[in-house]
């Protein structure tokens, strides 16, 4: 067992195979690390559960059962869009699930700083996730925990904008049995589908229902049923299937409402909600294979601020033969306001954006409204000075010529007389 005088950190050996190199999350399951897989020479992220030092030994099991359970689910699925699971390690009788590692930002990361995602971009990231979760429920697994926070988007390297699911952590298989303790509800409430917030057993409907409000949240800027912190005061508003209303779907709210449908029986499924995402996407994306397998363009504004501050073309830094492309900038510019869409280049979606104005500061003559003549430099007033020097030398020399004339002729005068 692990205690806390010797939990693992960094440059912690686990299962004697990955070295860990920093904690990058944590959950309600446990930490995530970046580590390094020492026998294949990779970088994995390894789900560290929590320790089960000082669990009773029954809750202890639970425990690791749950985490092996969540390895051999994850692995049977293999999709673009949902991350890989590549092994379950056993370290001090501890269990450690080893995952694919995607340097990305997640949808909730987005939401905290640009507020919402246009409906476009909205339906094309949650129709590739519908599609991970439609094989995910052909192979009999259920994710239970889909929400904003457990959608990747890739922010670097060749495969930026492609989106994963991730955390697999409380997935469940339609033919386990259940493992965790009778009326433990488990899971993020702001995103369970009704039957679940009154203690029904999850199914397929159940995770159609969270995607929705995922999608809800994403384009409104807040789940469904607010931003209640009190736990049981959200699950009742859950249970009671209404939500607040719909203000910035647009085309998409018909959409939305079906998959947010407080009757589980007259929902679609997750492959009809896929179709249905795509379809609406497609109308702007231009065709059905662009929505689910190209990339995405949504970043926070802070790494779309950091790729749009580069240098001018030409000069060290800028994109060109030779050097490295610029970094994409996000389709969510303002997210609070809405923009109108456009076809770019490469296909992807991005909103129409005017530039931001640069308010009027009197010390800066660059930002001046109008015409402004701006002061001269301490250069150009050197320049000056100069110039006015040299033309009082000059005249303070033809004064010593004409004065020196003045009193040789002077001279000669009265020698001659």
Known sequence: ????ADAPGPSYLVAGRYRLIRRIGHGGMGAVWLAHDQLLDREVAVKQVLTTSGMDDSVAETSRARALREGRLAARLSHRNAIAMHDVALDRDEPWLVMEFLPSHSVADVLQQNGTIEPVEAAQICAQVADA??????????????KPAN?????????????????????????????????VVTGTPAYFAPEVARGEEPGEASDVYSLGSTLYTM???????????????????????????ITRAGGLSSILLKLLEPNPANRPTMAQARDQLTQFAADTLGTTDNVLTGLVSTRPLAEQNRATTLPPAGQPGASGPGTSPAPRTSALNEPSHPHQPTQVASGHYAP??????????????????????????YYQQQQQQRGSDSHAGLAAAIFAVFALLTAIIAGVIILVM
């Open 151 to 183: 959608i990747l988007i890739a922010n670097t390297g060749r495969n930026v904008g492609l989106v994963k699911i991730t955390d697999f952590g409380i997935s469940r298989a339609k033919d386990d049995v259940t493992i965790t303790q009778t009326g």
């Open 352 to 377: 129409r954006t005017t530039p931001t104005p640069i308010p009027y500061n009197p010390t800066d003559y660059s930002s001046a409204p109008g015409q402004y003549t701006p002061p001269p430099t």
């Open 133 to 146: 979760i439609t094989e995910a429920h052909a192979s009999g697994i259920i994710h239970r925990d889909i």
């Open 1 to 4: 067992m692990t205690s806390p």
């Open 219 to 245: 384009i409104e800027g807040r789940p469904p049923f607010g931003n209640e912190d009190n736990y049981i005061a959200t699950l009742h508003r859950v249970a009671l299937g209404q939500i607040n209303p």
